[in-house]
């Protein structure tokens, strides 16, 4: 799987947006009561945010296709940093993992792609030694902890904290 910049002017915000409505209509729901709040969001700043080079709206995609999930990225430079931040909100899964009664694996292997290409779009696109990752709900907070406790001590990082409902991670500085 791997993340792709949505936008307007290329078709893929309304490719996305037209899976997940086919999937919200398999499942008898409404595309747009579903999203309301949520998606409509990461739609405005999609088509506002065309051509800008520090944010965007990124979807996971796989190889089939298969829009998995979106989120909103933005690198700046924030207060308490001397050197730009990575930010990533509103992560939300496509309707089939709402839907769908799935084992919890299914669902922690996809938070660990959006993870891995996460780091990923930070060491390129959106280049930033820091990186924050916002939870949208308790289990992303659990499975987030879990994962930061597992790489916190190993020389991936040089710093794994989760705080409040925040996941800051900070790379080695580079040689």
């Known amino acids: 799987m791997k993340f792709l910049r949505l936008e307007d002017s290329d078709g893929s915000l309304a490719e996305m947006v037209d899976q997940w409505k086919s999937s919200c209509e398999s499942y008898d729901e409404d595309f747009d009561q579903y999203t309301h709040g949520s998606f409509s969001i990461l739609k405005e700043e999609c088509i506002k ?3 800008n080079k520090s944010s965007g709206v990124y979807a996971l995609k796989d190889e089939s296709g298969t829009f998995h999930a979106v989120c ?3 690198c700046a430079l924030i ?6 931040v990575l930010r990533v909100r ?3 899964l496509s309707p089939y993992y709402d839907f769908e009664d799935l084992p919890i694996e299914v669902y922690s292997e996809t938070l660990a792609a959006c993870f891995a ?3 990923e779009i930070s060491n390129a696109d959106l280049a930033a ?3 924050k990752i916002h939870y949208r709900s308790p289990y992303d907070r659990s499975f987030f902890a879990a994962f930061a406790a597992a790489i916190r ?3 991936m990082f040089a710093s794994v904290e989760s705080k409040g409902m925040w996941l800051y991670i900070s790379k080695e500085p580079e040689s």
Do not use: C, D, M
């Open 49 to 51: 945010l065309s051509g």
């Open 72 to 74: 909103f990225l933005n």
């Open 79 to 84: 207060k308490g940093y001397a050197e730009p």
């Open 90 to 92: 509103h992560l939300l």
């Open 117 to 119: 290409q996460i780091i």
């Open 129 to 131: 030694p820091h990186v």
């Open 153 to 155: 001590h190993t020389n």
